[in-house]
């Protein structure tokens, strides 16, 4: 029986464990955390949209479900030519390896004096904590940004959707206290024309919703560091802030950076399109680790995390039974995303093909909530699993 050892316990690792499962193969998943982060319905944690514990599906659960061994620890060191992964606790040997670490961030200055929504999964529940302190006092400055990584020429590895739902959200919030007038929202990104990726229709309508929600824009303004209460850009310009929420850019996760696999200049995995690293086939890297091939406009997303993983365990399996069958993920390189602002949503979509965007009121946003529904409980097979979803 061949032995599976996929490492992280997100997305993509989980979907790929349940995927090898299915197909009757051995498999050990290794994560830091006992949960998996459903992290695009995160967003609503800072504005009691949504509880901590609602936004994460226990992994023993998944595990109990899904028949996987489950080991909770920290992975160190990936030992490639010795196909040995070290641990904090441990040594394991594989026959196929699964990486789905998810991605490291690009370090700035002052970055303590900053909260992210897409890191430490605690810090959602740290946004809300300040956000209501100000509600307390009944006006405030916000200030929610993100950047990129300058080695990842891709710019797959911007993560930008949640910035914007965030402060859409923290808006509709706010408007609903009756205090959104005393309060200054501003948004704040290095780049020129932050969101671009997402296409033209949906760039050109950004503008309108900072209008509707209130939010100023500090955008193509280098940042130099965050201050305390201070957002310090060049020439230097200061945007002063209660809060500081800020995405840094995607960088390599610091285990695959020092693993000696082929990575790309971010620090991102270097595959083939069967998700296979390149030189090492018996190794997938898939999700949020993988430099993505595709179009520019390729992001890093969790629909193509899971897409990632159901084509590397189809690969492994026709490798393993020695079909010489293939699949790709590229030719499925797709932005999705329903992007949410609390009172409503934008569907957003982008392929090769065609780039749309539909503008959804109220019903919009439940359509979100029903996803994270789905999500959590197809993963448990408390209800069907839609096909290709
Ligand atoms: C706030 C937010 C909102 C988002 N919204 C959307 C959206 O609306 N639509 C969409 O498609 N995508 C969205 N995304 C992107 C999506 O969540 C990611 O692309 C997806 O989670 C990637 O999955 P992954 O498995 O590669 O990485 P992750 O989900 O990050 O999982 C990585 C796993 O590895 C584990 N791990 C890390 N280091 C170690 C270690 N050393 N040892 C053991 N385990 C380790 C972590 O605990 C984690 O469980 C959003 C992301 C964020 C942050």
Redesign the pocket.
């Known amino acids: 029986m061949q032995h599976f050892l996929v ?7 989980v979907e790929a464990a349940i995927k090898l499962r299915k197909k009757g193969y051995q498999v050990t998943l ?4 006992d949960y ?2 459903v ?2 319905i ?2 609503w944690i800072p504005v009691k949209g949504i509880s901590f514990d609602n936004s994460k599906i226990d992994l023993r659960k998944l595990q109990k479900k899904h028949g996987f061994e489950l080991l909770i ?4 060191k990936i030992d490639a030519e010795q196909k040995i992964v070290t ?1 904090k606790n441990g040594e394991y040997t594989y026959d196929y390896l699964f990486i ?4 490291g961030k690009v370090s700035s200055n002052g970055l303590e004096n900053t909260l992210s ?2 890191g430490n999964p605690e810090q959602a529940v740290s946004i809300g904590e300040e956000l209501d302190k100000l509600v307390g006092q009944g006006k405030g400055k916000i200030a929610v940004g993100f950047g990129g990584n300058p080695k990842d020429a891709k710019g797959s590895a911007v ?1 930008g ?2 910035a914007f ?1 965030l402060l859409f959200n923290i808006s509709t919030y706010l408007r609903k206290k009756g205090v959104l007038d005393n309060f200054e929202l501003n948004f704040f990104a290095p780049m020129a024309e932050p969101g671009k990726k997402m296409g033209k229709k949906a760039l050109n309508s950004l503008g309108k919703f900072f209008k509707h929600y209130k939010i100023n824009q500090y955008v193509g303004k280098k940042i130099i560091e965050f201050n305390k209460g201070e957002v310090l850009f060049e020439n230097n310009e200061k945007l002063e802030s209660d809060l500081i929420v800020y995405i840094s850019g995607g960088d390599g ?1 610091p ?1 695959i950076k020092a693993s000696g696999l082929p990575l790309s200049e971010a620090g991102f995995i270097r595959t083939l399109p069967t998700c296979q690293v390149e030189g090492f086939p018996e190794i997938y890297a ?4 993988a430099d993505i091939i595709g179009p520019p406009w390729a992001a ?6 899971e897409i990632m993983a159901d084509v590397a365990a189809y690969n492994a399996h026709q490798q393993i039974i020695g079909s010489g069958k293939t699949k790709s993920y590229v030719d499925k390189v797709s932005i ?3 992007m949410d602002s609390g009172d409503g949503a934008a569907l957003i979509s982008r392929t090769t093909k065609k780039e749309s965007m539909i503008m959804l009121p109220i019903v919009g946003h439940w359509l979100k909530k029903t996803w994270g529904f789905y999500y959590k409980n197809s993963k448990l097979n408390r209800i069907p699993r839609i096909p290709g979803m």
């Open positions: 490492l992280g316990g997100g997305i993509s690792g290794i994560s830091n955390r998996l982060f992290y695009p995160s967003i620890d920290s992975v160190q641990t789905a670490l998810g991605m929504i897409c993560r959707g949640p739902e996760h285990v898939i999700g949020d680790s890093k997303q969790g629909h193509m995390a999705i995303c329903i």
